[in-house]
């Protein structure tokens, strides 16, 4: 469908190049199991000869993430990680990166225990401050590296800003757009080389497949990253591929009843006696509300509180029903993560408090159920809480 630009976001998650299969009709993309392909000609292959280079299920999903983040080749992973970690791999010994202080615990771990091996250093900065960024650049920094909003304080980066100040020094801006994905947020509009996302999340929203994905709208990047994947081999597999297909077609309804229950929640939270602070850039309170207005359509369906104390946080969770218990975020169900144990487990404590990551802070990823009925629990839970220790 050459025309499906035309259409709006919501439509093209449905209507768009991928929409049937051309060999059948079928509306829904074929599952191609095959790890090898036939060749008739010993000198010129077909376009596939082994899956792990590209498979026609994988590439379906990887087309239609390019075309959705505005980009030109997409690259689907084995996971989150799987996508984060082979793009940090575009370095090369000697290279230095900066990155959020308050970036994803396995991306720190990566960076930290991982990548420091291979002669890659980094810095960690509040990217909320680009004076702050501009001070830790090197001769040698090669890419800023931004998350935006963050995870768990969703701080709010500029997107714009930072981009152009990577482009001054010759060096790569990679955006992990999990938390808005493309329905909200599109960063290479903004001047991104590389959107990743951990399609475990929003993307599949449905806690039933790990994945992660990669973007890009230059033809060399595309080129290296194509290489690397393949090299690696760390690609996602068809079933996988095929669910996350699925769950495109309800992202922007997902999102929409999502969003707007994450807000009511944030103003729930932020007036509640019991809670110490709220960070959700919905809020008009939130320092990054501005930014995060001009370059995204939506605060996103994630925010983070803080209750008085870990005591308070342990009653609290005992006390409270809805919301699963849980690593990930982005499903159907709402979940309630604790970063300090869950996806800051990897940063070791003292790193955790410096960024402002107590132990008294919760994450929530707001899902599809009745917002009053989740308002009403988390109320209940909050003062009931605060009896037991009365």
């Given amino acids: 469908m050459s025309d499906s630009l035309d259409y709006t976001f919501q439509t093209r998650l449905l209507h768009n190049s991928n929409k049937y299969d051309p060999a059948t009709g079928a509306v829904s993309v074929p599952i191609q199991h095959a790890s090898t392909f036939h060749q008739s000609d010993v000198d010129h292959f077909g376009k596939y000869d082994y899956a792990r280079s590209l498979n026609p299920t994988r590439e379906v999903l990887e087309e239609t993430i390019a075309q959705l983040e505005e980009g030109t080749r997409g690259f689907a992973f084995s996971s989150g990680m799987a996508a984060i970690s082979t793009a940090f791999l575009l370095l090369s010994q000697g290279d230095h990166a900066i990155l959020p202080d308050d970036v994803y615990g396995g991306t720190f771990r990566m960076v930290t225990e991982v990548l420091s091996r291979f002669g890659i250093d980094h810095t960690f900065v509040d990217m909320t401050d680009i004076n702050a960024v501009r001070q830790a650049i090197r001769p040698?920094?090669?890419?800023?590296?931004?998350?935006?909003?963050?995870?768990?304080?969703?701080?709010?980066?500029?997107?714009?800003?930072?981009?152009?100040?990577?482009?001054?020094?010759?060096?790569?801006?990679?955006?992990?757009?999990?938390?808005?994905?493309?329905?909200?947020?599109?960063?290479?509009?903004?001047?991104?080389?590389?959107v990743l996302h951990s399609a475990t999340k929003f993307l599949s929203g449905h806690s039933d497949v790990v994945a992660g994905l990669a973007v890009t709208n230059d033809e060399e990047l595309g080129n290296r990253l194509g290489f690397l994947q393949n090299s690696f081999?760390?690609?996602?597999?068809?079933?996988?591929?095929?669910?996350?297909?699925?769950?495109?077609?309800?992202?922007?309804?997902?999102?929409?009843?999502?969003?707007?229950?994450?807000?009511?929640?944030?103003?729930?939270?932020?007036?509640?006696?019991?809670?110490?602070?709220?960070?959700?850039?919905?809020?008009?309170?939130?320092?990054?509300?501005?930014?995060?207005?001009?370059?995204?359509?939506?605060?996103?369906?994630?925010?983070?509180?803080?209750?008085?104390?870990?005591?308070?946080?342990?009653?609290?969770?005992?006390?409270?029903?809805?919301?699963?218990?849980?690593?990930?975020?982005?499903?159907?169900?709402?979940?309630?993560?604790?970063?300090a144990k869950m996806s800051h487990a990897a940063m070791p404590k003292h790193e955790r408090e410096k960024r402002g990551i107590s132990d008294s802070l919760l994450r929530l990823s707001v899902g599809l159920e009745n917002p009053e009925d989740l308002m009403k629990d988390l109320d209940k839970a909050l003062f009931a809480s605060k009896k037991v220790f009365a």
């Fill in 140 to 194: 040698n920094t090669k890419l800023i590296y931004i998350e935006t909003p963050s995870n768990p304080l969703l701080k709010v980066a500029d997107i714009r800003a930072l981009s152009s100040l990577a482009k001054n020094i010759g060096a790569f801006t990679f955006v992990d757009n999990t938390f808005l994905t493309p329905a909200l947020q599109k960063p290479l509009s903004l001047g991104a080389d590389v």
């Fill in 233 to 339: 081999g760390a690609i996602l597999g068809v079933q996988d591929a095929w669910l996350i297909l699925r769950g495109l077609k309800t992202l922007h309804v997902r999102l929409e009843q999502s969003v707007k229950s994450a807000k009511q929640i944030a103003n729930f939270l932020q007036e509640h006696s019991l809670i110490k602070h709220v960070y959700y850039p919905g809020l008009s309170s939130h320092p990054g509300y501005e930014i995060q207005s001009s370059q995204a359509n939506s605060p996103g369906a994630v925010l983070s509180f803080e209750l008085g104390n870990e005591v308070d946080l342990r009653s609290f969770l005992e006390q409270l029903q809805l919301p699963v218990f849980a690593v990930s975020l982005g499903a159907v169900e709402s979940i309630l993560s604790y970063p």
